[in-house]
Each structure stands twice: as C-alpha cells, then as structure tokens.
C-alpha cells in the first residue's frame, strides 16, 4: 500500500490527523525532520487521539537521510503540489508508491520538488491557493488505494 511521506511538517493538528488516517488505513507515515513543533506536542496527541499509538511512524532525521532510503528500496516518489499539472486522478499509483507532502508554510524547495518521480495536483475553483493538507492526504490516498486494492485488505 502507498505511504504518506510528510516534508518538515508545520502544524501539528495536521500531523495528528495524517497519523490518524494512517492507522485507521493501516499505512506508513514517513515524517521528515526537522519538524516546525516538537513530536510530543500536546496539539499533535489531540488531533491524532488514541490513534496515534497504533499509527506506523518513521522518523527521518534529515531529507538526505530519506532520500537514501527511498533510493535504496526503488519506491517512487510522488509529490502533491499546486504547481503540478497532472491530476491526481488521471495518474495510474502503484502500491509502493511514496506520497510527498511538503510544509504548509512552503511545499517543498524546488530541488526536491525536481526529484520527484511526480508531481500531482488535486483541481480546485480559480482563485483558491491550497487544500489543508491532511485533507490533500486523505483525498490522494483514498484514490491511490481505491486503484492498487488497498481497500480491499483493510475493511473488515
């Protein structure tokens, strides 16, 4: 199934979410260092409730340190970006897909958002900026696991 991959995330309510998400999908969360609040953060532990200690977290210290990773285990990375001009949902996911969030003050710099594999973007009216992320993150991973069968192992 596709992970979530978090790029120095700003807002901790956001993260609780995405970990939430993650554990009721049975799904990894990847989450970049360094993060804009510290991961005990009480704001974190209230948007993610119980969750988040059922929730698949890996910690990596740096963007190198990810990258390595991500290079070592083949996976492509797919970044969401409002600067993309593929649609999420024209776009054909495999289940070892890597799904990029960049910071909700910034995205991602431009050299990583070059790296990526992808570059997907979720249409909106004219004249609106940006979905909150976690929404992003639930709406992209609903449609890569509704085309790689992720639903069908995870509903009982």
Same mark, same amino acid.
């Given at each position: 199934m596709p992970d979530i991959v978090l790029y120095q995330p700003d807002i901790p309510q956001n993260t609780g979410t995405i970990l939430r998400l993650a554990a009721c999908m049975d799904v990894t969360v990847h989450l970049i260092e360094p993060a804009g609040f510290p991961l005990s953060d009480h704001a974190l532990k209230r948007a993610g409730m119980d969750y988040i200690e059922r929730a698949k977290l890996t910690r990596h210290i740096s963007w190198q340190a990810f990258r390595d990773w991500q290079l070592g285990t083949g996976r492509r990375l797919l970044l969401l970006s409002t600067k993309a001009s593929h649609t999420y949902t024209e776009f054909t996911y495999q289940p070892d897909d890597l799904l990029l969030m960049g910071r909700e003050s910034s995205g991602v710099p431009d050299e990583i958002?070059?790296?990526a594999d992808a570059r997907l973007l979720i249409p909106m009216k004219n004249? /609106?900026?940006?979905?909150? /992320?976690?929404?992003?993150?639930?709406m992209v991973l609903g449609e890569a696991m509704r085309q790689t069968g992720g639903f069908d192992s995870t509903c009982a």
């Open positions: 958002h070059d790296l004249g /609106m900026r940006s979905l909150n /992320m976690a929404v992003t993150t639930g």
